[in-house]
T-cell receptor, first 116, second 114 residues
């Protein structure tokens, strides 16, 4: 059974700080690791990390994947109040049944609060 | 919003009644998923579909059934609702023909079972 553990579960920082969110995982036949941001409604996609793409960056957000140690981190630099959200980490293993796309296994999320 | 519409957006129902939630997509994607989200548990997969009439169970499928008679619609049915099924339900799609594509989520249905 696939498993994802995120830490910390909650984090409060001040605007301008840099934060690092952690995600460790166990998955059979690793396919990908994904990060999502969830504000009030639907989770929105941030990054996908695979064997062929272990580092991703978009503006102030960046993520790396360590396939040997089975973890990923999400970094946010120069945080803003708009970064306040729940950040979700998910993994997917290669599936040989069900059409080849069984879905993602999610962690419980990190609730990030940015104070002005 | 990836062309996903969930209905209803909110529903309150009584224990023991059947409930059907609908997910509609406009872009003919092959893969569709139903997740529930609860405090302390995160998102958990209920059922998924990999084509018309092709579905399979996820992690928390007990008490739920699904149907997909058309590419664009994926229905989730609670056969006899219980209070433990009070949750926010999210539908998701995966883009077809795109290698290693992520899931994109609808805006959710908040279901309360009294």
């Amino acid at each position: 059974e696939d498993k994802v553990v995120q830490s910390p579960l909650s984090l409060v920082v001040h605007e301008g700080d840099t934060v690092t969110l952690n995600c460790s995982y166990e998955v059979t036949n690793f396919r990908s690791l994904l990060w999502y941001k969830q504000e009030k409604k639907a989770p929105t996609f941030l990054f996908m990390l695979t064997s062929s793409g272990i580092e991703k960056k978009s503006g102030r957000l960046s993520s790396i994947l360590d396939k040997k140690e089975l973890f990923s981190i999400l970094n946010i630099t120069a945080t803003q109040t708009g970064d306040s959200a729940i950040y979700l980490c998910a993994v997917e293993g290669i599936s040989y049944s069900g059409g080849g796309a069984d879905g993602l296994t999610f962690g419980k999320g990190t609730h990030l609060i940015i104070q002005p | 919003d990836a062309g996903i519409t969930q209905s209803p957006r909110h529903k309150v129902t009584e224990t023991g009644t059947p409930v059907t939630l609908r997910c509609h997509q406009t872009e003919n994607h092959r893969y569709m998923y139903w997740y529930r989200q609860d405090p302390g548990h995160g998102l958990r997969l209920i059922h998924y579909s990999y084509g018309v009439k092709d579905t399979d169970k996820g992690e928390v499928s007990d008490g739920y059934s699904v149907s997909r008679s058309k590419t664009e619609d994926f229905l989730l049915t609670l056969e006899s609702a219980t209070s433990s099924q009070t949750s926010v339900y999210f539908c998701a799609i995966r883009e077809s023909g795109v290698r290693d594509s992520p899931l994109h989520f609808g805006n959710g249905t908040r279901l309360t079972v009294t």
